[in-house]
């Protein structure tokens, strides 16, 4: 079987940091190269990838496309335009790589020939295209792009139309006012302003469209998940034959879509426009990738509706008599993105796993466990080679951003790319160490330590006690470009990385308990591991500090109202009051799942509303909340701070009025870190 054990993977992150000599500093992170989305040409022998470098004097990133030989080599840039070129799709006959670009203004897709040449543009619609998908065929391809559903039904060059004169008509208006009807109307940082993501399929000949394109999932739905909870990847495939499309689509009214998880697979008839329904479950299905021969179509699915973070399990539907099964039933973690093989036996998949990401190999004719292939460190994006055998995948870790990587059967794992080498020259990392405490009721509870690069157990020094979002979710061995743990360890703390009850990849049923128990166990578990922390010879127990983002800024606000252990925290896009909470996000499923609907929750539940114990706030706090953050509303943040404000408990707001739930502009994200680094200094330092 093909490993990459734990003990190689460190070898290859610290190769580079052997001579190290001085910490990572912030400037660091806006230096390196961002890798992402690997694609393997059809005939192995090339990886096309998107390389994202932030330009942080004009607040902005930019992302091309590179290439490097599959077997090693030199890596170098397709495109050099200064925005976006990204999504790389490589046509099957190997000659034309389809991407989306806003080189031009709105986002189009775009055919670069693979042996050399300019881009050509390929659409040019008035909504803009993006994730292009070609069939196996090489006929065609498929976009998606954000049309209003009143015109969908029209043909393209009437309801193309339409579309522009109802954007153009919004634009010239001084009258800025919206109206709805409905929930969902805006969604993470963006107003939806009644459009759907649809489907559309374009003929391709030599390069160039061939006729125009055509909605293929007309009507009020969208096309695919709007919501990154339900999409992985590309979300529609073609099947072999080039004849029809699979598609991930809510079955139920636009007007449910706020509260309900269910989306199904359909196939819609390319020829005919006629859609079928292919699965019925009433919880999340979506990924739909079809086997080789066509036969079967492998995707994910949950069990529960309404849940959000349920288990993913692979599942496999026989075309033929419509009967489907899951292949992963007996694993106990969630997958995320997988592959068939090219033989289509065997299929590759991903899960949070113990603090990482794990690839997996499974049967596709079942009956076998699934097996790791590659532990250590965080995996995603796998590729296979035309042998079946060899793959290609990012591999990340607390000591090195992504980099793309060759395991071919019979040798060791091979980094293929080296952006980030001669920029990681010099800079001492901090060597992650992995503890487990005894949380709640006993239950082992997994937590990361990172010590300042020039430790020395014999001192003491200051801890800061990071707190993960989510809260389903976990802190991974994986770089970070936002909240980097190494980052912060250079600026001479101990930083600790918890996974308490809700954490991924320890279990279903370790992630099931913190619904309706946000103050509960998950609160007993992360008291555990500071005491654990406390008891170390090495801390300041006198200078500790604790800091999250979402249900992580959530805890700092619980945190403020139950212990004084800490100095000062950090709150950012924490939510402060359950029911405000619930009539002010967009994805209302996650706060009845959570917490259950104001009106019909019991005391206990509405207990754990931090808000409730502000008559005992004393704890300094810096909260950073964002006026486009429409998960967590920013009138979270602004009540928090009204309430330390009120009575006279020092605070600090910072606010960015052009970011999300996430600081993501580089200009930002430094002023973001200065003033954390500043808040911190001031209260865990001497």
């Not at 190290?20 to 096309?48: K, T």
């Not at 973690?333 to 190999?361: C, E, K, M, Q």
């Not at 960015?656 to 600081?663: A, I, Q, R």
Request: proline share 7%.
């Amino acid at each position: 079987m093909l490993r990459l054990p734990l003990r190689h993977f460190t070898v290859l992150l610290l190769t580079a940091a052997a001579a190290c000599a001085r910490p990572l500093a912030l400037e660091d992170l806006f230096r390196f190269h961002r890798i992402s989305d690997p694609q393997l040409s059809p005939d192995g022998q090339s990886v096309v990838f998107v390389v994202t470098d932030p330009l942080k004097a004009e607040n902005k990133t930019k992302s091309d496309l590179w290439i490097i030989p599959a077997a090693g080599g030199e890596a170098r840039r397709l495109t050099s335009a200064p925005r976006h070129s990204r999504h790389p799709r490589w046509s099957p006959d190997g000659k034309w790589i389809a991407f989306e670009s806003n080189r031009e203004g709105g986002y189009q897709i775009w055919l670069l020939p693979a042996q050399g040449g300019e881009a050509r543009q390929l659409t040019n619609l008035a909504t803009e295209a993006s994730q292009p998908v070609w069939s196996p065929t090489g006929d065609k391809l498929g976009f998606v792009s954000a049309v209003f559903a009143e015109f969908s039904g029209q043909p393209f060059a009437e309801s193309d139309k339409l579309n522009q004169s109802r954007l153009a008509a919004a634009e010239k208006n001084p009258v800025k006012a919206r109206l709805f009807e409905q929930l969902l109307y805006r969604h993470w940082d963006s107003w939806v302003e009644g459009r759907r993501q649809h489907v559309f399929v374009v003929g391709v000949q030599e390069g160039a469209a061939a006729g125009s394109p055509r909605d293929v999932t007309p009507g009020e739905n969208d096309g695919v998940p709007t919501s990154d909870t339900f999409a992985e990847g590309d979300e529609f495939a073609f099947s072999p034959d080039g004849k029809s499309l699979a598609f991930t689509a809510p079955p139920v009214p636009t007007r449910t879509q706020a509260w309900s998880t269910n989306h199904d697979i359909w196939l819609v008839d390319l020829a005919t426009g006629r859609r079928r329904q292919l699965t019925t479950n009433p919880a999340a299905d979506g990924e739909p990738h079809f086997s080789p021969d066509g036969r079967y179509l492998a995707y994910r699915a949950q069990a529960r509706p309404g849940f959000e973070a349920d288990r993913w399990q692979l599942m496999l539907l026989d075309l033929a008599s419509g009967q489907s099964c899951s292949l992963t039933a007996p694993l106990d973690r969630s997958v995320d993105g997988f592959t068939w093989a090219p033989d289509g036996g065997t299929i590759y998949f991903h899960t949070a796993d113990n603090a990482g990401n794990t690839l997996w190999r499974i049967a596709a004719a079942g009956g076998a466990a699934a097996e790791r292939v590659v532990t250590g460190g965080s995996t995603s994006e796998v590729r296979v080679g035309p042998d079946g055998r060899t793959l290609y995948y990012e591999l990340s870790g607390f000591n090195r951003p992504p980099e793309l990587m060759r395991l071919a059967p019979g040798a060791p794992a091979q980094r293929l790319t080296h952006l980030n080498d001669a920029l990681l020259e010099g800079i001492e990392m901090s060597r992650p160490e992995s503890v487990t405490v005894a949380g709640a009721g006993g239950t082992p509870v997994q937590m990361w330590i990172l010590r300042p690069p020039d430790f020395d157990p014999a001192k003491k020094y200051p801890l800061v006690f990071w707190v993960h979002g989510g809260p389903q979710g976990a802190f991974a061995d994986g770089w970070s470009t936002r909240w980097n743990a190494q980052l912060w360890a250079a600026q001479g703390y101990v930083v600790t990385l918890a996974n308490p009850r809700g954490s991924t990849g320890f279990g279903q049923q370790f992630t099931d308990e913190i619904s309706r128990d946000w103050g509960g166990k998950v609160y007993t578990d992360l008291l555990a591991c500071l005491a654990y922390l406390e008891g170390q010879p090495w801390i300041n127990r006198a200078r500790m500090a604790a800091a999250g983002a979402s249900f992580g800024g959530y805890m700092m606000n619980w945190f403020e109202g139950h212990t004084d252990k800490f100095r000062c925290l950090i709150n950012h896009d924490g939510v402060y009051n359950i029911e405000s909470m619930y009539g002010t996000t967009e994805e209302v499923w996650f706060d009845e799942w959570e917490h259950g609907r104001p009106w019909e929750a019991d005391a206990r539940e509405k207990a754990f509303s931090p808000h409730l114990a502000a008559a005992h706030f004393h704890t300094p706090m810096l909260i950073i909340h964002n006026d486009l953050d429409f998960r967590v509303p920013v009138s979270e943040g602004l009540q928090v701070f009204t309430a330390l404000q009120r009575q006279g408990v020092r605070a600090r707001l910072l606010m960015f009025p052009d970011e999300g739930h996430w600081v993501l502009k580089p200009g930002n994200s430094e002023l973001w870190h200065q003033t954390v680094f500043a808040w911190l200094e001031e209260y865990l330092k001497p």
